[in-house]
């Protein structure tokens, strides 16, 4: 067999989960990143690797095999390269069709053209390299060789190249490297591929930047991070904090103090402590309810699965130096700690989405165990509880009191599309609170959250879908 062919074997391997990676993370900061866009995102990626496949098997037993390997494998570079720029200008405009169909267009835009390029090409690189009876061995190394570029290039992105060099530079030093190795293998430089090759290089390097300039932007596996101010009128600006294009942290940068109706709420829930008692974060956010909480005189640990969440929070947010903070998944904070708190605040929003892991029953019991008697658990939740879009907080009412709580929900709002809810939880009884919804008004289910059968993911999914196409369409229209 040919080592240059499995080179580039290797590379085209690569090249598809840097695409299929790279594409999800596209996509994020305007679908999100949940359960309907990660099916699609896989969906499509296994459709055109099949249509690929069979596309490839079929020209295979055609003459001219060498060329039209060059050619899918310049074909789905150039189109890797493109990817930003598509993502920038395309994806935005075809969001505003139905939710769900939006997100299977735009994923079908984005990643059939080049996986199924590049599927096309297993089946050439195999019948270049097949001798005599060797087809199974040769198979069996053509994709050996291509899987382990897919694993390669799964962590070199995720660990260090989405989030040194952000989304669209990683897309293009693969497009470039696939394109530079098959024209070196291959001994063929085309001038129209070269003209197309200079032409989106440029454009991915001149993607237009939005006129509302974060003033801090970071691409991550977890998505893309920006810090913004907006100018809300005069001696009045406000710094927020999003996550994929969604907004996590909103605060007045001549108070310092949050401006939402959630902390509002919190404030009132929220007893100002004696001396000594300790609190919890799970999901730091900008740090405005770590800061509350010391405000009111607790103690208080933050745990932050995303470090550059952390970071923001510091260097942008104002985040007061007496609370300590632990990068760390809270599902692994709390299975390794012992420690007994006196209040612990549950904010584990990314975007839209709630991590079920840190909402099951064997979650909230572990988290029991390390609550004081007195002690008060609050947990920040979407405003659906009605109908089949409340079927998520029906299971999260359902597992509370599975695990021993004593539960009531509170919340300003009376719209169940523009405010948050509070699930508010204690070992003891629980005295009434302000705002406080009726009990009836919960969707009535049987459904509990569990390790072994974690429902909430698909049972929030709807109410996830219909809180962000609010907010897209809404709220983002005030910036």
Same mark, same amino acid.
């Given at each position: 067999?040919?080592?240059?062919?499995?080179?580039?074997?290797?590379?085209?391997?690569?090249?598809?989960?840097?695409?299929?990676?790279?594409?999800?993370?596209?996509?994020?900061?305007?679908?999100?990143?949940?359960?309907?866009?990660? %099916?699609?995102?896989?969906?499509?990626?296994?459709?055109?690797?099949?249509?690929?496949?069979?596309?490839?098997?079929?020209?295979?037993?055609?003459?001219?095999?060498?060329?039209?390997?060059?050619?899918? /494998?310049?074909?789905?570079?150039?189109? *890797?390269?493109?990817?930003?720029? !598509?993502?920038?200008?395309?994806?935005?405009?075809?969001?505003?069709?139905?939710?769900?169909?939006?997100?299977? !267009?735009?994923?079908? !835009?984005?990643?059939?053209?080049?996986?199924?390029?590049?599927? %096309?090409?297993?089946?050439?690189? !195999?019948?270049?390299?097949?001798?005599?009876?060797?087809?199974?061995?040769?198979?069996?190394?053509?994709?050996?060789?291509?899987?382990?570029?897919?694993?390669?290039?799964?962590?070199?992105?995720?660990?260090?190249?989405?989030?040194?060099?952000?989304?669209?530079?990683?897309?293009?030093?693969?497009?470039?490297?696939?394109?530079?190795?098959?024209?070196?293998?291959?001994?063929?430089?085309?001038?129209?591929?070269?003209?197309?090759?200079?032409?989106?290089?440029?454009?991915?390097?001149?993607?237009?930047?939005?006129?509302?300039?974060?003033?801090?932007?970071?691409?991550? *596996?977890?998505?893309?991070?920006?810090?913004?101010?907006?100018?809300?009128?005069?001696?009045?600006?406000?710094?927020?904090?999003?996550?994929? +294009?969604?907004?996590?942290?909103?605060? #007045?940068?001549?108070?310092?103090?949050?401006?939402?109706?959630?902390?509002?709420?919190?404030?009132?829930?929220?007893?100002?402590?004696?001396?000594?008692?300790?609190?919890?974060?799970?999901?730091?956010?900008?740090?405005?309810?770590?800061?509350?909480?010391?405000?009111?005189?607790?103690?208080?640990?933050?745990?932050?699965?995303?470090?550059?969440?952390?970071?923001?929070?510091?260097?942008?947010?104002?985040?007061?130096?007496?609370?300590?903070?632990?990068?760390?998944?809270?599902?692994?904070?709390?299975?390794?700690?012992?420690?007994?708190?006196?209040?612990?605040?549950?904010?584990?929003?990314?975007?839209?989405?709630?991590?079920?892991?840190?909402?099951?029953?064997?979650?909230?019991?572990?988290?029991?165990?390390?609550?004081?008697?007195?002690?008060?658990?609050?947990? +920040?939740?979407?405003?659906?509880?009605?109908?089949?879009?409340?079927?998520?907080?029906?299971?999260?009412?359902?597992?509370?009191?599975?695990?021993?709580? +004593?539960? &009531?929900?509170?919340?300003?709002?009376? #719209?169940?599309?523009?405010?948050?809810?509070?699930?508010?939880?204690?070992?003891?009884?629980?005295?009434?609170?302000?705002?406080?919804?009726?009990?009836?008004? *919960?969707?009535?289910?049987?459904?509990?959250? &569990?390790? #072994?059968?974690?429902?909430?993911?698909?049972?929030?999914?709807?109410?996830?879908?219909?809180?962000? &196409?609010?907010? /897209?369409?809404?709220?983002?229209?005030?910036?």
């Amino acid at each position: 067999m040919l080592k240059k062919l499995l080179l580039l074997s290797f590379i085209e391997g690569a090249a598809v989960m840097a695409a299929e990676l790279c594409g999800a993370k596209l996509l994020a900061p305007i679908f999100g990143s949940s359960l309907y866009v990660w %099916a699609s995102v896989m969906g499509i990626t296994l459709l055109a690797l099949a249509v690929g496949y069979f596309y490839g098997g079929f020209i295979s037993m055609t003459t001219k095999v060498a060329n039209k390997l060059f050619l899918l /494998l310049s074909f789905a570079a150039l189109y *890797v390269i493109l990817m930003p720029v !598509i993502s920038f200008y395309v994806i935005p405009r075809i969001s505003y069709l139905p939710f769900l169909s939006a997100i299977v !267009i735009s994923t079908s !835009i984005l990643l059939l053209p080049p996986i199924f390029f590049l599927g %096309a090409t297993s089946p050439l690189f !195999i019948v270049l390299q097949t001798t005599n009876n060797d087809g199974g061995r040769v198979s069996g190394m053509v994709y050996a060789i291509s899987t382990l570029g897919g694993i390669f290039a799964t962590f070199l992105c995720g660990f260090y190249l989405i989030p040194k060099i952000g989304l669209s530079s990683s897309l293009l030093w693969f497009g470039c490297v696939l394109f530079a190795v098959n024209g070196v293998v291959f001994k063929a430089y085309k001038s129209s591929l070269l003209l197309f090759f200079a032409a989106f290089i440029y454009l991915n390097l001149q993607i237009s930047k939005p006129e509302l300039k974060p003033i801090f932007v970071l691409d991550g *596996v977890l998505g893309r991070l920006e810090v913004m101010d907006l100018d809300k009128g005069p001696n009045s600006t406000v710094r927020i904090l999003k996550i994929n +294009n969604i907004t996590q942290t909103e605060m #007045d940068l001549g108070s310092r103090l949050s401006i939402s109706d959630y902390i509002s709420l919190l404030d009132t829930l929220i007893p100002f402590a004696k001396n000594g008692k300790s609190s919890l974060v799970l999901g730091l956010g900008g740090g405005l309810t770590a800061n509350l909480l010391i405000n009111k005189n607790y103690s208080c640990k933050g745990v932050e699965f995303d470090d550059r969440i952390i970071s923001s929070a510091r260097d942008f947010f104002y985040l007061n130096p007496k609370v300590i903070t632990i990068h760390a998944d809270a599902r692994y904070f709390l299975n390794h700690s012992n420690e007994k708190f006196d209040l612990v605040l549950v904010d584990v929003f990314k975007a839209e989405e709630q991590p079920s892991h840190v909402l099951t029953i064997e979650s909230l019991t572990k988290l029991k165990r390390q609550l004081k008697d007195s002690a008060l658990l609050l947990i +920040n939740w979407h405003g659906y509880v009605t109908g089949t879009k409340g079927m998520g907080t029906s299971i999260v009412l359902n597992t509370l009191q599975k695990a021993g709580f +004593n539960v &009531t929900i509170c919340s300003k709002g009376t #719209d169940e599309n523009y405010r948050n809810v509070i699930f508010v939880a204690a070992i003891k009884s629980l005295k009434k609170q302000p705002y406080e919804l009726l009990s009836e008004d *919960v969707t009535a289910s049987e459904f509990i959250n &569990t390790d #072994d059968l974690p429902l909430l993911e698909k049972y929030n999914a709807e109410a996830n879908k219909a809180w962000r &196409t609010n907010y /897209l369409r809404y709220y983002q229209s005030n910036w």
